[in-house]
């Protein structure tokens, strides 16, 4: 077992699932940009590191959980330029939601340094890294893929292995473009019932237990108070934010475009979250499911 770890990105996601390394028995160096986050890692049994550098230092291991492809690539290839710095063999392990050429081509710089780099995207949201429940989606060598599992199974429960370099990133965004999709569509459904003069959390019970049942309705409700632990009965504190949702609904429209599929829903809920950030300064940093409050008439804004 590659027993230290580095682990960079500590926000909604990476705080938790560095957190369920310590608890699984690895040692852990852990960097983020914030000192807050840092901190929070530190409470949790990280050893607080005092830049990228100092993270990977005796790591065995490499795990980033960062918000987009221009930070990876700067992260391992340009300042500090990580991937200079990694003994060959050490496991990269990308767990960002990034483009999938991005991974490809962190994958060719990796291989060119003798590293072993997987991408590893998750499912199962704030939630799922806190519980250790994630879905792992790699995209990768096959060894690779294996020499990780068991560290991905510490912070989650399934681990797939959707194809090379980039393949997870691609599943992760089909996945996402549809999870965009069913939100939407349920803040839509709920807001028709509710406006209609039902009850939100009657009509949940009743979508949940029939054939309009989907993930969203099952643990993510957007109407407030329907779920007392969603972010939604919580100002819509994230979560997952609109602007990352927009991220990933921007790959899978280039994902769209390089594979020449027709992708109108998608299209269409981008627009949607587009129209929901736009509508008001703050609603980027909100969570996804805020997308209720498009589809609310004004005076209940
Ligand atoms: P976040 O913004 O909460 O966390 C990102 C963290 O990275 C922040 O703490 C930030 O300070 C840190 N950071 C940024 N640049 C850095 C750098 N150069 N060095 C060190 N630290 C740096 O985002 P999140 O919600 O944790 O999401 C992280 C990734 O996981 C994204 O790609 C997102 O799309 C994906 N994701 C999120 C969720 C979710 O529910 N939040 C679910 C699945 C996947």
Redesign the pocket.
């Given at each position: 077992m590659s027993s230290t770890i580095a682990f960079?990105?500590?926000?909604?996601?990476?705080?938790s699932m560095a957190a369920n390394l310590v608890k699984a028995g690895y040692s852990v160096r852990a960097?983020?940009?914030?000192p807050a986050?840092l901190n929070q890692a530190q409470a949790a049994g990280c050893y607080a590191a005092s830049s990228?550098l100092d993270c990977i230092s005796s790591a065995q291991t490499v795990i980033t959980?960062?918000?987009?492809g221009e930070?990876v690539e700067?992260?391992y290839l340009h300042d500090p330029g990580l991937f200079n710095q990694l003994s060959p063999t050490t496991l990269v392990i990308d767990?960002?939601?990034?483009a999938p050429q991005n991974s490809q081509h962190l994958a060719q710089c990796a291989a060119a340094k003798k590293l072993r780099c997987i991408d590893a995207?998750?499912?199962?949201?704030?939630a799922?890294?806190a519980a250790a429940t994630l879905t792992f989606i790699c995209g990768g060598e096959a060894d690779d893929v294996a020499l990780a599992k068991p560290i991905l199974l510490s912070m989650g429960q399934q681990v797939f292995h959707a194809g090379g370099a980039g393949a997870g990133q691609i599943a992760?965004a089909c996945n996402n473009m549809l999870l965009a999709i069913q939100m939407a569509g349920t803040a839509e459904a709920l807001q028709m019932g509710v406006n209609s003069g039902l009850d939100a959390s009657t009509l949940s019970e009743i979508m949940h237990n029939s054939s309009g049942n989907n993930w969203v309705l099952d643990k993510y409700n957007p109407y407030p108070g329907v779920m007392p632990q969603a972010p939604a009965s919580h100002q819509y504190q994230?979560?997952?934010?609109v602007k990352?949702m927009l991220?990933?609904l921007a790959i899978a429209m280039q994902t769209a475009q390089h594979s020449r599929s027709d992708t109108p829903l998608g299209l269409h809920a981008q627009q949607l979250f587009e129209q929901l950030q736009s509508s008001h300064p703050d609603y980027g940093d909100k969570d996804f499911s805020s997308i209720q409050r498009l589809y609310q008439p004004p005076q209940t804004n």
């Open positions: 960079i990105g500590l926000g909604n996601m990476g705080g960097y983020d940009l914030s986050a990228a959980m960062l918000t987009s930070i700067q992260l767990c960002s939601t990034i995207p998750v499912s199962g949201g704030t799922g890294a992760k994230p979560g997952f934010m990352l991220k990933d």
